[in-house]
T-cell receptor, first 113, second 111 residues
Framework: NAGVMQNPRHLVRRRGQEARLRCSPM?????VYWYRQLPEEGLKFMVY????????ESGMPKERFSAEFPKEGPSILRIQQVVRGDSAAYFC???????????FGQGTRLTVV | KQEVTQIPAALSVPEGENLVLNCSFT??????LQWFRQDPGKGLTSLLL?????REQTSGRLNASLDKSSGRSTLYIAASQPGDSATYLC??????????FGPGTRLSVLP
């Protein structure tokens, strides 16, 4: 059973471009969480999704950021018109349900130049 | 609003010592408490999950306890090894809505 898979591991974008980060949860997990870790800061919750539904997006910036978890395929975190301040490590976690152990991927390190 | 703090921020010990990492949270309505390890430039590895009805969990040389009434959790590492060097994070789970992470304790175990 493969763990949570995130790709790409490293992503470089110029200011104004779009960044797409992918997360494939562990087999049997239907709950996905996205977190952001800014340099020298802790992990901050962004969004919680189940298949085809956004359950909680209270940590997501109101503009430029969006997330989806379609019926088929990975969860996608999309950042439009990236700015230097978006440079961070973005982690995805999955669990089989609420209140269960969460497992994290290796993260995508986004650098905006 | 749940807030999680961790003490100490950094810890350096000689190999073989037993040590305790502390985690405090402000909202006792926490559901689960999970401890993670993060190596530099890497993802998070789950160490222990203490579920709502439990008070402690053990895995190998690790033991974690949870006291909701006092808002505290501790991670005990026995007979520390250089390979234990990493940042240790605790996270409170508000019934699966999201995890609130502490800032971490950076541990160095010296050979």
């Amino acid at each position: 059973n493969a763990g949570v898979m995130q790709n790409p591991r490293h992503l470089v974008r110029r200011r104004g471009q779009e960044a797409r980060l992918r997360c494939s949860p562990m087999k049997g997990h239907s709950h996905v969480y996205w977190y952001r870790q800014l340099p020298e800061e802790g992990l901050k919750f962004m969004v919680y999704l189940q298949k085809e539904n956004i359950i909680d997006e209270s940590g997501m910036p109101k503009e430029r950021f969006s997330a989806e978890f379609p019926k088929e395929g990975p969860s996608i975190l999309r950042i439009q018109q990236v700015v230097r301040g978006d440079s961070a490590a973005y982690f995805c976690a999955s669990s089989p349900g609420r209140g269960y152990e969460a497992f994290f991927g290796q993260g995508t390190r986004l650098t905006v130049v | 609003k749940q807030e999680v703090t961790q003490i100490p921020a950094a810890l350096s010990v000689p190999e073989g010592e037993n040590l305790v990492l502390n985690c405090s949270f402000t909202d006792s309505a926490i559901y689960n408490l999970q401890w993670f390890r993060q190596d530099p430039g890497k993802g998070l590895t789950s160490l222990l999950l203490i579920q709502s009805s439990q008070r402690e969990q053990t895995s190998g040389r690790l033991n974690a306890s949870l006291d909701k009434s006092s808002g505290r959790s501790t991670l005990y590492i026995a007979a520390s090894q250089p390979g234990d060097s990493a940042t240790y994070l605790c996270a409170g789970d508000n019934y699966g809505q999201n995890f609130v992470f502490g800032p971490g304790t950076r541990l160095s175990v010296l050979p």
